[in-house]
């Protein structure tokens, strides 16, 4: 008689349950092998949703800009530019005023200068029977030379006087005729002294040299040169 206690009918009994053990133990059909690893293939993805901001596995669409009309660029102040175009039409002016100014100094007032020293000797005229060599003119003064020749060294006994009438119609009143014609009588002589006679006219200042001759033989014709200079016209 069996000890065992009695089964329901029916009953079957469970199939033995796989052994566990270290790797090379027998495994069922179709399971991983614990040091094989995971098998490879994608991830599973976990269901949605997902949190705000979380990336996903998959990359975004593009973001392209809204439709409608491109909006300006931004203008600069108004101001700015008034105040640049300002700027702009005083350094105009400051260097046309510059240059003007230049110019006239450089350029317009010598030559104003000139002229008007020009129309000085032009009034005055020649002194009675001499010579002009011509007008040198410069940037601050201008010279013309009389000269009147003696032929033998014999002069007529008024060419002092001549030379006095000159001086006092030009303008210089204090030349005096016994003064004049000393100058012009050592004039002739080799070496004599000069004589100078210096006044005032249309704000110039002119001055008249009656200048020593060089020394000649006795009988040859001797010319008396008169000098005048016009300058610092103001």
């Keep these: 008689m069996s000890n065992s206690p009695a089964q329901p009918a029916g009953w079957q009994p469970h199939p033995p349950t796989p052994p566990t053990g270290p790797p090379g133990a027998p495994y069922p059909q179709g399971a991983p092998s614990p040091a ?34 491109t909006p300006a ?44 020293r020009r129309a000085i000797f032009a009034d005055w005229g020649r002194p009675h029977s001499f010579t002009s060599d011509g007008l040198v003119e410069g940037d601050d003064a201008t010279l013309q030379v009389y ?18 009438d000159w001086l006092v119609a030009a303008g210089a009143q204090d030349a005096k005729i016994e003064d004049v014609t000393r100058c012009v009588a050592n ?38 040169v008169l000098n005048v200079r016009v300058r610092e016209c103001d």
């Design 73 to 116: 660029p931004p203008r600069r102040s108004t101001g700015l530019r008034v105040f640049f175009v300002v700027l702009a039409g005083l350094l105009a002016m400051g260097l046309c005023a510059g240059g003007g100014i230049a110019g006239y100094v450089g350029w317009w007032a010598p030559r104003q200068d000139m002229a008007e």
């Design 187 to 224: 004039g002739f002589q080799y070496g004599g002294p000069t004589c100078t006679w210096t006044w005032r006219v249309n704000s110039c200042r002119a001055t008249a040299t009656t200048t020593g001759l060089d020394k000649v033989p006795l009988g040859w014709d001797r010319p008396l």
């Design 147 to 164: 000269r009147f020749t003696c032929p033998q060294g014999r002069c007529p006994v008024d060419l002092g006087e001549r030379v006095h």
């Design 36 to 69: 094989a690893g995971p098998v490879p293939g994608p991830a599973p993805f976990a269901a949605g949703p997902y949190p705000a901001g979380q990336p996903v596995a998959y990359p975004a669409a593009a973001t392209f800009p809204p439709a409608g009309p």
